[in-house]
């Protein structure tokens, strides 16, 4: 089984404009018990992410967001395959990626989405290497 992207993110993701203030995101991440919001461009595109890591410094409350969040997010289209989400934030030491379609945010896939996969087993098993038969010289 082939597992797509788009079978594990969130959906209705919800974001935050690069002019929205700290507090106004502070509050969307506890009100809906997320660590990430993509920040979005006026055009739907991701034009950052800010995570929970990059609000638990002291910020002033009405200072825009902009300020605070990563302008490289890692972006990864809902068609490809879980398993290049995982070498991407794997590669990248990241715990989110924002996921598009024709680069316009339509989800978020974060590390605890793909252990999805091994809690439902729905990942491939590959065969192990053939035990080595040779003994060891002493």
């Keep these: ?32 018990h997320i660590h990430a919001i993509p920040i979005q461009g006026p055009d739907g595109e991701a034009a950052g992410i800010v995570s929970a890591k990059d609000l638990a410094a002291d910020h002033k409350e009405n200072s825009p967001v902009s300020r605070v969040m990563t302008e490289k997010v ?33 989800g978020i896939l974060s590390s605890f989405d793909l252990l999805k996969l091994v809690e439902d087993h729905r990942y491939e098993e590959k065969p192990g290497a053939p035990p080595n038969k040779k003994k060891s010289a002493r």
């Design 74 to 106: 890692y972006t990864i289209p809902q068609y490809n395959g879980v398993h290049q989400a995982a070498r991407l934030m794997r590669k990248h030491r990241v715990n989110h990626v924002v996921v598009t379609h024709e680069q316009k945010i339509v």
């Design 1 to 32: 089984m082939s597992v797509k992207v788009a079978d594990l993110m969130t959906e209705n993701t919800i974001t935050a404009q690069p002019h929205h203030s700290i507090a106004h995101v502070r509050k969307l991440m506890e009100t809906n």
